[in-house]
């Protein structure tokens, strides 16, 4: 059921691959809401995913851009903004990506030039989308931006191993980066703390089936779906949240405020 909240809005999406993905869902709960779109992600994963099927149900074009170069993001700003025929109201940063995962690098035995690729990608990536929209003066006033995040930025999952750093590293940004644009036109910028979720990315994480068992057993509403998560997404990129920003905000059942559960004690106990 939609209630209009992004009418007239017009937003970039970042890193919709596939049914699973948060951002495909976004999307999808953004142009029920009212939304226009521009889809974007890495050439690679344009080719590896089913991003033309979703561009063809919300009617979205489809900018390539690897975030880890300037040009190609100065090229999607504004290529987007000519689409629009005008300034973007939002965008959400869905991005993230490490080798050393991919090959099972222990934390304690990383490749560091694939390291430095992870931060490059899943977190410096932020800070360039943000730049060149604020040297552009793309972003409307009062526009909402929005990254992805985990809470083992604060707390050690051990097998997410260097992306928690990047985590990190991108909470910070949406802080810093927060207040100067907030100052500038009044632009919001946060990320979101969202369950583990069945993604494609989020699968390659080891022990990923156990990881996200244990978090829905220690949420008391348990674990927030994709689309729960799509849904929180609207409320931030609306008018009704016009002053919250450089914000970390846990969307996670209440997971990151609970310490134990009496399911998990029951099972410890052998009950």
């Known amino acids: 059921m939609s209630h209009n909240l992004l009418k007239g809005k017009k937003g970039i999406i970042f890193g919709a691959l596939n049914e699973q993905s948060l951002a495909w869902q976004t999307a999808l709960k ?3 809401e009212g939304a226009q779109i521009v889809l974007t992600n890495a050439p690679i994963a ?16 489809v900018i390539g851009a690897d975030v880890t170069k300037m040009e190609d993001l100065e090229a999607l700003i504004d290529q987007s903004m000519d689409h629009f025929g005008g300034k973007i109201d939002f965008i959400l940063h869905s991005v993230g990506m490490s080798m ?6 222990p934390y304690t035995q990383l490749n560091h030039e694939w390291e430095l690729k992870t931060l490059d990608i899943s977190a410096v990536s932020f800070h360039r989308v943000l730049q060149v929209a604020y040297e552009k ?4 006033e009062w526009a909402s931006v929005v990254a992805l995040t985990y809470i083992a930025a ?56 156990g990881f996200i068992n244990f978090s829905e057993a220690m949420s008391p509403l348990g674990n ?48």
């Open 30 to 32: 953004c142009h029920e």
């Open 100 to 105: 050393n995962i991919r090959k099972g690098n």
């Open 154 to 209: 604060q707390r050690v999952f051990p097998d997410y191993n260097e992306m928690a750093d990047a985590k990190s590293l991108l909470e910070s940004i949406a802080r810093s980066f927060g207040y100067h644009y907030g100052l500038k036109n009044k632009v919001r910028v946060n990320t979101i703390s969202q369950s583990p979720t069945r993604t494609t990315a989020g699968s390659g994480v080891k022990g990923f089936d």
């Open 46 to 61: 344009l080719r590896m995913g089913e991003i033309n099927k979703l561009a063809d149900a919300i009617g979205a074009p």
């Open 224 to 271: 927030a779906s994709a689309e729960a998560f799509a849904g929180y997404c609207v409320t931030l990129f609306s008018d009704l949240t016009r002053y919250v920003t450089m914000q970390n905000l846990y969307h996670d059942g209440g997971y990151s405020s609970t310490g134990v559960t009496q399911s998990v004690v029951d099972k410890m106990a052998g009950q």
């Open 137 to 140: 003066d793309a972003l409307n």
